[in-house]
């Protein structure tokens, strides 16, 4: 669906395809074949807390870039792209009633881009999986309770620093899963699934648009 926001993202940026600025409208037949190739698969992090994670492609190439637009530059019309790789993570958990929760951002980067950019991925993915007979909500249920750095350009040990304790929860019914645009270290993932856990959830899960692939994991 192309809103008017869409139509104000391409004219402010030049209508060009998010994925690899060719001129052109929204994302070019390329880019979709290069997306309409990945497949979600299993992610796994050695860290505590951290769930039983899917990811809906590799964090490269075009998603990276995609990814990228879509939280920095306002690019709102890769939403339904990259909701559809979040809903194949999703499925790949079982069917089953399931309620999805975002990571929060921060206000800041919400100030930013004047969306926030996981909610919406989250809420289009929930919408296509709706429609698929699926049973899922999704719900703001963790957010932060105190000021972060900005992850980006901090290393690992770094960013578990500015992390661990920094998210709170309210309690969700059923099985969760924590809703994220990338996940790299998995630092983020697994501070929204502590809380969640503290806030008396059984299931947690994580399920993310994309992921990086460790070391030798290829
Ligand atoms: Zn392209």
């Given at each position: 669906m192309t809103t008017w926001l869409d139509v104000a993202a391409d004219l402010v940026l030049g209508a060009t395809c998010p994925g690899c600025g060719h001129p052109g409208w929204g994302l070019c037949s390329a880019c979709r074949g290069a997306l309409a190739r990945d497949s979600?698969?299993?992610?796994?992090?050695?860290i505590e807390n951290f769930p039983a994670a899917t990811a809906g492609g590799v964090y490269e190439r075009v998603l990276r870039r995609?990814?990228?637009?879509?939280?920095?530059?306002?690019?709102?019309?890769?939403?339904?792209?990259?909701?559809?790789l979040l809903a194949g993570a999703v499925a790949l958990h079982g069917d089953g009633p399931v309620t999805l929760v975002p990571v929060p951002s921060t206000p800041a980067a919400v100030r930013?881009?004047?969306y926030d950019s996981v909610h919406l991925i989250a809420a289009e993915a929930?919408?296509?999986?709706?429609?698929?007979?699926?049973d899922v909500g999704v719900d703001r249920a963790v957010r932060h309770v105190r000021r972060l750095e900005d992850q980006a350009g901090l290393d690992t040990a770094a960013r578990w620093a500015n992390l661990?304790?920094?998210?709170v929860a309210r309690h969700v019914r059923g099985r969760v899963l924590v809703v994220d645009d990338v996940c790299t270290t998995g630092a983020?993932?697994?501070?929204a699934c502590r809380a969640l856990r503290e806030a008396g959830v059984g299931e947690c899960g994580a399920a993310t648009v994309s992921a990086t692939l460790l070391r030798g994991h290829r």
């Open positions: 979600p698969f299993e992610v796994t992090r050695r995609l990814v990228a637009a879509h939280k920095e530059r306002g690019a709102r019309q890769s939403t339904g792209a990259l909701a559809e930013r881009r004047g929930a919408r296509r999986l709706r429609h698929r007979g699926v661990r304790g920094a998210m983020t993932v697994a501070e």
